[in-house]
């Protein structure tokens, strides 16, 4: 099974596109030249901000998703190597969040 890369992009926009592939010059080339998704075909042009390089593609899928999730604050530390900050970031911030509560008093 050939390895896989998960990539971000950031767009002329300043917005984030979250890929993966087996080929990563040829899909950025696809990307650069309007060919790649909707997203960034309309917010040309683009430059590869983040890699990573897995044994399979399935785990550079995965991680696809589990980045695609993130918020911008969490993919920009990840893009600017700023690890100890993630677990933070992947916080719930919600009032109904059991450490919010429990920290005012309401568990």
């Not at 390895?3 to 040829?26: A, M, Q, R």
């Not at 060919?35 to 983040?50: D, M, N, S, W």
């Amino acid at each position: 099974m050939p390895k896989g890369f998960v990539y971000i992009l950031e767009c002329s926009d300043g917005s984030f596109y979250t890929g993966s592939t087996i080929n990563l010059e040829k899909r950025l080339a696809e990307h650069q030249n309007g060919k790649g998704a909707r997203h960034t075909q309309k917010r040309l042009p683009i430059t590869l901000v983040y890699v990573e390089e897995f044994q399979q593609i399935p785990q550079a899928f995965y991680r696809e998703k589990q980045i695609q999730g993130w918020s911008r604050a969490k993919k920009i530390a990840l893009i600017d190597k700023n690890y100890k900050i993630l677990p933070e970031l992947s916080e719930c911030k919600n009032e109904s969040h059991y450490k919010i509560q429990k920290r005012n008093g309401l568990v």
